[in-house]
């Protein structure tokens, strides 16, 4: 019994390409149906936070015990 072995590695990894293929394309599709049948929310405002760097108290807290 001969066999050749590239032929049957290459249709083995081909065959695997291909599964891995289509769990990724019906992941897609089941998302992009779930996102469409979703009704559209409603988002809230959101509350106006000062951006940058604050001084929260446990970074005072750090400040205090690394003064020398």
């Not at 779930?34 to 807290?61: I, L, Q």
Request: hydrophobic letters at 50%; proline letters at 6%.
């Amino acid at each position: 019994m001969s066999r050749n072995e590239g032929t049957a590695n290459t249709s083995r990894r081909a065959f695997l390409r291909d599964v891995a293929a289509a769990g990724g394309i019906a992941a897609v599709a089941a998302s992009a149906t779930a996102v469409a049948a979703r009704p559209a929310a409603v988002a809230a405002p959101a509350a106006a936070r000062p951006k940058g760097y604050r001084v929260t108290p446990h970074v005072a807290k750090y400040y205090d015990k690394a003064r020398i």
